[in-house]
Structure formats: structure tokens, C-alpha cells
């Protein structure tokens, strides 16, 4: 007749399990944080998108990045001028950044979001720089180089591209398509200020 197992039979069961686990543990931590860069990078392409969509709208002229109908507010930034393209207000945050690390919710009618824009490209009022020229597409020399949104982050007044998926960023074009770029491989004509230039 069998006999249960054996406390040392048991010991070893556990011990193969507690490794495999070990194992294990460090690749589905990478298949989700894959899946979440993947999730983000559908977010900023589906801005370009709307912004391209945006621009076909307008005689081809790219929304403002942001400003407001008067000084008094509200304001808004180009996230809510193409949210009718999107449908969609959660593509304004990365899976990786619920709570929004670029922080504009001090102005009236703005909030938090995890991407910035190309200020070369979009146009700013003040207060949040000199008034910027207006960019059609026409204009773009190069529009599969020239970044549209980027995973940011703020520190003080200035936003930064944050290297927030596998020590890369998100970066979507002008062209509508997104790609990862490694923080040692940005896109061409782009320091480590990122993405704040039209490449010529």
C-alpha cells in the first residue's frame, strides 16, 4: 500500500518550486512591463494620429500646444483640443505614470498628463513661453523624424522626456507612427533635452 510522502519528499517538491518560481518571477515582471510599453506607445501614436487628423481638418495647420480663449482661462492643451479624434481621456496617462508627471493642473481647466509634445512643432502662448509661430505640415521637412509626443516629466517649470519603459521613452512622429528609443539612441537631431526640434 503507498505511503504519503516523505518530509524529505515534500522538502524537495517545495525547493523545485520556490526555483522555478525564482525563475519565473523576473520574465513575466518583463512580459508586463512590455505590455505596458506597448500600451504607451499605442497612447502617443494615437496622438499623432489625432493631431495629424486635427491638422487635416485645419488647411493643414497643427493644433496650438497650449493657450486659452482669454487670459482669465480655461486653458487647454493640445491633449484636449484632440480628444474628439480620440475618444478616449485615458491616453493622456502611461501605465507606468497613473498619476500624471507633467503637472499643469495649477492653470484653470488642465491636469496631469504622462506625455509632453514638441514645443518646435506646436505652438505655446504665454504665460508658458513667447507666443510660437503657427507650424503647418507643409512646413515639416522631415515628418517620419519629427517627434510629436514623448513620455515627460516635469521639474519646476521645465518638461523633460522620462525614460520611463526598460530606460527608453515612447516617441510618436509626425507621420503617425510611435517607436521606443533607448535614452542612448534618441531620434536624430534630438539631445537630452529631447525632442524639442524640427530636424532639417
Not at 36 to 49: E, F, G, H, P
Not at 88 to 94: E, G, L, P, T, Y
Not at 122 to 131: D, E, I, Q, S, T
Request: aromatic share 12%; glycine share 8%.
Amino acid at each position: 500500500m503507498r505511503q504519503g510522502f516523505t518530509l524529505i519528499e515534500l522538502l524537495v517538491v517545495i525547493a523545485i518550486i520556490a526555483l522555478l518560481a525564482a525563475m519565473l518571477f523576473p520574465v513575466f515582471a518583463r512580459a508586463r512591463e512590455k505590455a505596458r510599453q506597448a500600451s504607451c506607445a499605442s497612447n502617443v501614436k494615437q496622438l499623432a494620429l489625432a493631431a495629424l487628423m486635427y491638422a487635416g481638418d485645419y488647411d493643414e495647420t497643427l493644433p496650438m500646444a497650449i493657450g486659452a480663449a482669454s487670459p482669465a482661462g480655461p486653458w487647454w492643451t493640445l491633449i484636449e483640443l484632440v480628444q474628439p479624434y480620440t475618444r478616449n481621456a485615458q491616453i493622456a496617462r502611461c501605465p507606468n505614470d497613473p498619476q500624471g508627471s507633467v503637472d499643469l493642473s495649477a492653470y484653470s481647466g488642465l491636469g496631469r498628463y504622462s506625455y509632453a509634445w514638441n514645443k518646435a512643432v506646436f505652438a505655446h502662448m504665454p504665460p508658458f513661453g513667447p507666443l510660437g509661430t503657427i507650424i503647418t505640415l507643409s512646413q515639416i521637412p522631415y515628418p517620419a523624424e519629427t517627434t510629436a509626443f514623448f513620455d515627460g516629466r516635469q521639474e519646476g517649470f521645465a518638461v523633460y522626456t522620462s525614460h520611463r519603459h526598460n530606460d527608453g521613452a515612447n516617441v510618436s512622429f509626425l507621420d503617425g507612427h510611435a517607436k521606443w528609443h533607448h535614452r542612448s539612441n534618441p531620434p536624430r537631431g534630438c539631445g537630452d533635452d529631447y525632442y524639442h526640434v524640427i530636424p532639417q
